[in-house]
């Protein structure tokens, strides 16, 4: 007998898509900071389900505003 | 001539008629060389997200800046000169800006055609417009 999955997993949709946020300022450290982490990595695609074209931007972004020490690179 | 953002931290201890001084001489180097300073923004003192200089916070500065490629080397070299700018950085923007434009007419071209679509009932993604309409 097949055992039943007790739990489905919710399917990720990118945020970026939904609310159709299309521009992913540097300047705008509130939402970047969603994707970084404690570690202050940034997130990947597979645990935010961020789409690739907006991923592409959004490190890109982060990475802009860690060269302005609005983001760290990593925490100590 | 391009679009370009030029931000910059100044130390934490500069008084308000230094950070003047120092945007008064930036913009100086913009329009001497033929540029344009579109806007010019005191955005506050911020705490840095590491330790730059020994500084754990600084003022940050953004220039909104038309210019040429000169013209940013030239400012980029006055900024790593001054004492007080602490760390800068120049992004450019003018691809940005297509880009936003393109999904904006994309969008607009989308939502003509959308709202001839729903006088047939053809309506997939989103809330039609007559749903987003409060009850009466």
Avoid at chain 2, 7 to 24: H, L, Q, R, T, Y
Avoid at chain 2, 39 to 58: N, Q, T, W
Avoid at chain 2, 67 to 76: Q, S
Wanted: glycine share 6%; charged share 35%.
């Amino acid at each position: 007998m097949a055992i039943q999955k007790q739990y489905y997993r919710r399917k990720k949709v990118c945020k970026f898509c939904v609310e159709r946020i299309d521009n992913i300022n540097y300047k705008d450290v509130k939402l970047l900071s969603q994707f970084v982490p404690e570690r202050s990595k940034i997130m990947p695609r597979r645990i935010s389900g961020v789409c690739t074209p907006h991923q592409r931007l959004l490190s890109d972004a982060i990475k802009k505003a860690r060269n302005i020490a609005l983001l760290p690179f990593a925490t100590e | 001539m391009r679009n370009y953002e030029i931000m910059f931290i100044v130390s934490p201890n500069a008084a308000d008629e230094d950070i003047d001084k120092i945007n008064g001489q930036i913009e100086g180097v913009i329009t001497a060389g033929g540029g344009k300073a579109e806007k010019i923004e005191k955005l506050g003192k911020r705490r840095l997200a590491y330790i730059v200089k020994k500084f754990r916070e600084g003022s940050y500065i953004l220039f909104t800046v038309q210019a040429d490629g000169a013209i940013v080397r030239e400012v980029e070299r006055r900024l790593r000169v001054m004492d007080l700018v602490i760390k800068y950085l120049t992004v450019r923007m003018d691809d940005d800006l297509k880009r936003l434009d393109k999904i904006k007419a994309h969008r607009q071209k989308r939502a003509a055609r959308r709202g001839r679509a729903h006088a047939e009932g053809g309506e997939r993604r989103g809330p039609s417009p007559a749903e987003q309409m409060p009850e009466e």
